[in-house]
């Protein structure tokens, strides 16, 4: 096994080595190997983390079947490629369901954030299995940010009943009766960002309705 210190020394020389690190293993190398400026810096280790985290998280690179609402009911379907790369699926295995293309632009955004300086902490209203704070973490470790949060509100039950009293255009939606795949609770959540290696204590779980939490929130 080789030392943090001697990867150090071959990520100087050879930065596919980049493969065998994890992002806090990389945060521990001289800041001039790992820092990346997006989108201005060509650091290839700190791309092909992104680009394969990107990957990992919406499974558009494996078969992964997809569900379907079709009266009433979520029937399994193949694969979608055009599908999952627009987020209009509802995977099976995959993260999230924002599909690839949103995922790179949330990553854009993040990294935009960072290289303008812009401040604040990140933030996830509905994060359904939690891929979208998976890539804000990530975005956040192979960077080096060291100060800002990401925060995940969700019901972590689902969805409620639409409000017809007061909202009765809301009445045809019938998305609460699928919670069943739509709510994850916060433990399923908090192991995947586990199998990532992005969960600490700067990741932060807000449980309820956002009529409830984001007034109250201590979001930077």
Known sequence: ??????????????????????PQDLSACPSRVWRMTMPASN????????DLLRHALCRDRFPDARYEMSSGSLQLMPFDPALRAQGRDWPLEAVTMVGAKRLENLESCCCTALEEEIAGDFVETGVWRGGCGILMRGVLAITGDEIRKVWLFDSFAGLPKPDVKNYPQDEPDRLWTFNAFLGVSVAEVRANFERFDLLDERTRFVEGWFRDTIPKAKVD
């Open 1 to 22: 096994m080789f030392q943090r210190k001697e990867l150090a020394a071959m990520v100087k020389k050879w930065e596919d080595v980049f493969f065998l690190l994890s």
């Open 43 to 50: 650091n290839t280790a700190a791309r092909r983390y992104l």
